[in-house]
């Protein structure tokens, strides 16, 4: 069977760049960078996006684009023996992360319905904070919506590379970037706001630390989706005559313009009001409603807000859905309707129980954690830095030829031999001191 394409090299940059903008976009980051020195944390994550996290994702891209594989195919074609464990590794962690991120990401489209019917459009931080405390802990209603947000993902990546994820990424990213626009321009004139902005981009070098450090190479790694097989099967869709490095530099400048971006959607409203930056997911789901409900035309800025949310859940969770989906595909034979079908129903199933873990079975623990923290823990602190590492060894000493090879005529240059040193050595030290820095913190 013919391997798909994108239509056009703008599908496939939004495309990519909407697996990397997820709702940690908008919660995490801001609270990072403000809170690890602020614009020197700008500074130092930007300079590791454009020298590891380029390295890295023209990698997984040029791996892809060489196999015409999936996650697995792709170790196996270009390498075979016990290489493909780490494509094996890719497909598990996305299909851990996807079965509690579908359950967030019914989470947003819940909220959208409590702004709609004005349930959440209260200034009491307590109240909202029961509201979502009450929500989150029903043993019905999450699931429903995490039914509702699974569907979403399973019909975008049934409907193929071309007609689902293609044509939704070029509308879902233009509509993400209006959005956050809008919510900009309206919080940015609120009295006080410009003290979140100082916050969020003044730099702060006394900061900077091996603590810091450790934040923002986690954060990259992150922010950019590498690790987890995606840009090797995105990459498995790319012609032989798209530039793979024009490709690369614009999924990361689109990853941190939207960062970047969410941080002054967030911050400057929440200074502006008094409240606390550092709420981590209760900034997004307690915290916003609160600053909406002292705003004029509040309910419609709080639609707003929750629709980008869903918009930015849902960009992330196709690409999820469709390394799991090519995986089906690739190694069963089976058409991408029924692969994909199949493998939401158990993404759906798992998450049953992550959502139960934070209401009635929320005495359950595994190593004390509920099991929605425990595949959090699982693949965030053990399984994606491990196949991060894995991924730049392979690179740097298997399969540099072919890596070499396939952007040969790219105007890499000189980087060629830099790219190579970053996955020989950099990176994989790095990631390992993330590691061991997550480990000990833990």
Known sequence: MARSQWGSRLGFILAAAGSAIGLGAIWKFPYVAATNGGGAFLFIYLGICLTLGLALMLA???????????????????????????????????????????????????????????????????????????????????????????LLTVWVVAGGVQKGIENLSKFLMPALFVLMLVLIARGLTLPGAWEGVKYFVAPDFSKVSSAMLVDALGLAFFS???????????????????????????????????????????????????????????????????????????????????????????????????????????????????????????????????SLSLGVWSDYLLFGMS????????????????GELLLALFVGWKAWPVVRRELSGEGAGRGMRLMRGFCMAMAPALIGWIMIASLRAA
């Not at 425990?374 to 965030?380: K, M, V």
Request: with cysteine; hydrophobic share 55%; glycine share 12%.
């Open 224 to 354: 950019l989706s590498l690790g987890l097989g995606i840009m090797i099967t995105y990459g498995s869709y790319v012609s032989k005559e798209s530039n793979l490095l024009g490709s690369a530099l614009w999924v990361i400048a689109l990853t941190v313009a939207t960062c970047f971006l969410a941080g002054l959607m967030v911050l400057p409203a929440v200074f502006a009001f008094g409240f606390d930056p550092s709420a981590g997911p209760g900034l997004t789901f307690i915290t916003m409603p609160a600053v909406f409900a002292h705003l004029p035309l509040g309910q419609v800025f709080a639609v707003m807000f929750f629709c980008l949310l869903l918009l930015a859940a849902l960009t992330s969770s196709v690409s999820l859905l469709e390394v799991v989906t090519s995986f089906a595909m690739d190694e069963f034979g089976l058409k991408r309707t029924q692969s994909a079908w199949v493998m939401t129903l158990g993404i759906f199933l798992l998450g049953i129980p992550a």
């Open 371 to 386: 099991f929605f923290d425990f595949l959090d823990y699982l693949t965030s602190k053990l399984l994606m830095p491990v």
């Open 60 to 150: 997984e891209m040029a791996l892809g684009r060489a196999s015409k594989a999936g996650a697995v195919g792709a170790f196996r074609q270009l390498a075979g023996g016990g290489w493909p464990v780490i494509g094996y590794m890719s497909v598990l962690v996305c299909f851990l992360i996807l079965s509690f991120y579908s359950v967030v990401g019914g989470w947003t489209i819940a909220y959208i319905v409590k702004a709609l019917g004005g349930g959440i459009m209260t200034s009491d931080a307590k109240t909202l904070g029961a509201i979502f405390s009450g929500f989150i802990s029903d043993p019905l209603e999450p699931i429903a919506y995490h039914a509702g947000f699974a």
